[in-house]
């Protein structure tokens, strides 16, 4: 089976090497792995490096990250597509994790677990999927997507009937698509951690900037319940699992809070 990966670069090329040889090795009996880099302009080396590596790049503007994984979803050929940033990572043997439940099940969608890491790879914690019994509407009430979009793989007919990602989202087009995808049809659950998120001082911010809060609020007017009381209850419930089910995850989620208050905090406690 054809597995497409998107990844859209723009000056990417810090780890972009380790990226791509971790789709590579995804290759194998079962999957055949499609790899293509979608960049916006880079100046850095990251086009001539992948296309040295052997990915299939596509180059031209575009009007953010959701924009240019829509084009090249657009112009994929696997039957499976799913999205994995530049400085991250796919795990050995994932797609044939994924295609293997896939084959089992034939459900539109499919969700593993995914692993947070830092700049040398250090793992900070795991995150499993969520719960089956969570709707958009829950999630939405949550007012973060806790369905990680380089951990999760959609057909690309699933993909088109839910007509791709809102691309006015500079931020939330991921929190918007896997909203419509959780009120439309029933997904599958991977059984291991898929896919690696780095997290280092070149992507991570501890304070969320207007527009990302404002279209966090808009995905929230758009599918959360509109009763206040409803959508706190339902947020309360899914924190409250989320939190017990990963808890290494949960304690950086702390000290990651409590570095944002205090810049002094020891970055490996999670308390002082």
Known sequence: MIVSVVTPTFNAIDYLDQCIRSV???ASERVTVEHIVIDGGS???????????????MEGKDDGAFDAAHKATVASSGELVGYLGADDLLLPGALDAVVERYEQERRPWLVGGF????????????????PRWMTGRMMASLGWCCINHMATYVTREFYDRLGGFDRSYRYAGDYDFFCKALDTAPWSAVPRTVACFRRHGGNLTMSLSPRQIEEGRQVEERYASP????????????????????????????????????????ADSPSH
Request: net charge positive.
């Open 115 to 130: 692993r947070w890491i830092d700049g040398n790879g250090k793992s900070l914690g795991d995150i499993a999927p969520p």
């Open 43 to 57: 100046t850095d080396g990251s086009v001539e490096l992948a296309r040295s590596l052997g990915a299939t790049v």
């Open 227 to 266: 009763s206040a009381r409803v959508r706190m209850v339902e947020r309360q419930m899914l924190r409250f699992y989320l939190n017990g089910r990963n808890p290494t995850w949960a304690l950086r989620k702390q000290l990651d809070n409590l570095r944002a208050a205090d810049p002094k905090t020891p």
């Open 24 to 26: 590579q090795a995804q």
